[in-house]
């Protein structure tokens, strides 16, 4: 049963990261983010804090999330 619970995590953020890249622009409450990839907040918290973790994406002053500049 945890294998299916990582394949499920790792195509969640294969989807988060896909969205990200295909709209450059893209910045997105926790709210809005929710409701974009229809999970609940605690998920898509523990989501997108993993992508801040791992530098992909990064919070903004207003909270927001947005992909990381690249350098």
Do not use: N, S
Request: include cysteine; charge should be positive.
């Amino acid at each position: 049963m945890l294998a299916v619970a990582d394949d499920r995590t790792t195509l969640m953020l294969y989807r988060i990261r896909g969205e990200f890249l295909e709209m450059p622009g893209l910045h997105l409450t926790l709210e809005q983010a929710a409701r974009l990839w229809h999970i609940d907040a605690a998920t898509c918290t523990a989501a997108l804090g993993r992508l801040v973790a791992e530098r992909f994406l990064v919070r903004t002053r207003t909270g927001a999330y947005k992909r990381a500049e690249q350098v």
